[in-house]
């Protein structure tokens, strides 16, 4: 009696467990609903007192995007746009509809970010970055993809003692901010289903995918 109990104890949990895996599909069905071809990557917003963050995210965005297989539109480009017609500011947008950028750009889907945190620690050798995506329908602005967490950016070589710390300080303060940004965006963007022109369209429904909110830690 007591095995069976056991047995039919761990079918139930397997099957839980089965039940509550996270793939793209079960994530973000509206992207394989709406099959947004072509992306607006709005300025983002910056929450944090690192007034660099901003453009970091910014000119970091559009690979990672194009890498999956969107058309997206040029971020140069449209930030001048964007500054000719006085609406450079995402707040205006992220809130509301999207119909204006749809017909103004041409595009099936507009995403915002917004950095949250931008924190130097553990001797200055991370820093750890916190921000939201969401990808909106330019159609409905509904929301069709969206992640938010932490991720810490560590730049720690393995080396010891003073010299090694050293190492790792002029490392960090030499190129962590656009590195901390581009691992940013490949870490999130890596659950976003693939886009029309990738070899994957249509065909990653049922690839794992990581939660919506995250916390990790990732090398330079």
């Known amino acids: 009696m007591k095995n069976y109990l ?12 089965s039940a509550t895996k996270n793939t793209r599909g079960s994530l973000y ?3 394989y609903e709406e099959k947004p071809l072509t992306i607006l990557i709005m300025p983002p917003i910056n929450n944090t007192n690192h007034a660099e963050a901003k453009e970091y995210f910014y000119s970091s965005l559009a690979k990672p995007l194009c ?4 058309y997206v539109v040029s971020p140069f480009l449209s930030m001048d746009l964007l500054k000719q017609e ?3 500011d995402s707040e205006m947008f992220i809130g509301g509809s999207q119909k204006m950028l749809k017909n103004f750009f041409g595009v099936d889907a507009v995403l915002y970010t917004t950095i949250t945190k931008w924190e130097k620690k553990s001797a200055l050798t991370q820093i750890v ?9 330019a ?11 932490e991720l810490t950016v560590s730049y720690s ?8 710390m050293a190492v790792d300080m002029l490392a960090t303060a030499t190129a962590d901010k656009i590195v901390a940004a581009r691992r940013c965006n490949a870490y999130v963007l890596t659950d976003m289903p693939e886009g029309k ?14 939660n919506k909110v995250f916390k990790g830690t990732v090398k330079k």
């Open 86 to 88: 006085s609406a450079y």
């Open 6 to 17: 056991f047995i039919l104890l761990s079918a139930v949990l397997l099957s839980s467990c």
């Open 157 to 164: 070589s393995g080396n010891n003692g003073l010299i090694g």
């Open 29 to 31: 069905s509206k992207m």
């Open 129 to 137: 970055v916190g921000v939201n995506y969401e990808l909106k329908s």
């Open 197 to 210: 022109y990738s070899p994957l369209y249509d065909k990653d429904y049922d690839y794992g995918a990581g």
């Open 139 to 149: 159609a409905t602005g509904e929301i069709l993809f969206d992640r938010a967490g």
């Open 67 to 70: 890498e999956k297989g969107y």
